[in-house]
């Protein structure tokens, strides 16, 4: 029903950065296709839907759309000649359907070093499934085709420590610098921000803070500490443009929350946007509207 006023992304194909399906898109995930003058890059080729939430499992809808993005995500792949796995979350990897990475460049976090047993199990089951694939452990990396470099982060945590485990973060480097951080759910920690900083980035993609957990998974002062190396990351790079999607996108009040990192961004002269927002899609946080999904489309 709503997916006849979803947009495509058909028409921004030959836009240098296309944020394929994230949160705000409406189902998780943080897929990103990037195109330079000498390679096209697919990083995080997946896409997956919250598990209950408000007590509620996901909607039809959400269903929708998540089959609809993940048809998004295969023609980008088909396009890309190099395919990033930051790590093994299903929002991040399709263990289901790997025949779609065949004759790929591949570059996945490193299977068996720093990583969780979940995500080591994880890792062991795609990768046997791969077939006519290049496959390189982009941990702590470089590589560069043409004029076009490609730098990933050493195994940085997921989040504020590492029982989620850990994940690689992409830089990519040619005309102008971009960043995707992957899960470090809001940068709230000092080498997760330092890497950030290191590369300088011109735009960057991340991961906003657990807001919609805040006070029981996500500490207070871990929040203030996502806002504050935010800023940090304004000041101290010559970043332009700053997508916060993801986790933050779950809470239908993720602006309000983020006033303080929308207000420096204003004075630093930054633009602070969903993904949505930066191909001028409407924002459809289906998750995080839920209540409201069975409430007007109660169908099954």
């Known amino acids: 029903m709503l997916e006849k006023k979803y947009l495509t992304l058909s028409k921004i194909l030959f836009v240098e950065i296309v944020p394929v399906a994230f949160d705000s898109l409406g189902a998780r995930s943080m897929a990103t296709f990037v195109k330079t003058k000498d390679v096209k890059i697919m990083i995080d080729p997946s896409v997956a839907l919250g ?22 995500i295969k023609r980008f792949v088909r396009l890309s000649d190099i395919v990033i796995v930051s790590h093994y979350h299903y929002d991040h990897h399709n263990p289901n359907e790997t025949e779609i990475l065949e004759n790929k460049i591949l570059f996945v976090k490193h299977p068996t070093e720093n990583i969780n047993l979940s ?18 452990f982009a941990d702590g990396s470089t590589l560069e085709e043409g004029n076009t470099q490609i730098v990933f982060s050493e195994a940085l945590p997921h989040g504020t420590n590492t029982r989620l485990g850990f994940v690689v973060m992409t830089g990519i480097f040619e005309k102008t610098t971009f960043v995707h951080t992957s899960d470090v759910e809001g940068v709230c920690l000092d080498d997760q921000l330092q890497w950030l900083i290191n590369f300088d980035p011109e735009t960057a993609f991340v991961d906003g803070a657990l807001t919609y957990m805040l006070g029981y998974r996500f500490l207070s002062k871990e929040f203030q500490k996502s806002v504050e190396n935010l800023k940090k990351l304004m000041e101290k790079t010559k970043v332009k443009d700053i997508v916060l999607d993801h986790h933050l996108t779950r809470d239908l009040n993720w602006r309000d929350r983020m006033r303080e990192v929308f207000d420096f961004a204003k004075e630093m002269g930054v633009r602070v946007m969903s993904a949505a927002e930066f191909i001028g ?15 007007k489309y109660n169908f099954v």
Not at 119 to 136: D, E, M, N, V
Not at 283 to 295: G, I, M, N, P, V
């Open 281 to 295: 899609k409407r924002e459809d946080l289906l998750e995080a509207r839920r209540k409201e999904l069975y409430s």
């Open 51 to 72: 598990p209950r939430r408000y007590g509620l499992p996901p909607h039809k809808i959400e269903h929708e759309r998540k089959n609809y993005l993940w048809k998004e």
């Open 119 to 136: 995500q080591k199990k994880r890792a062991a089951y795609f990768l046997q499934q791969l077939k006519s694939s290049q496959i390189h």
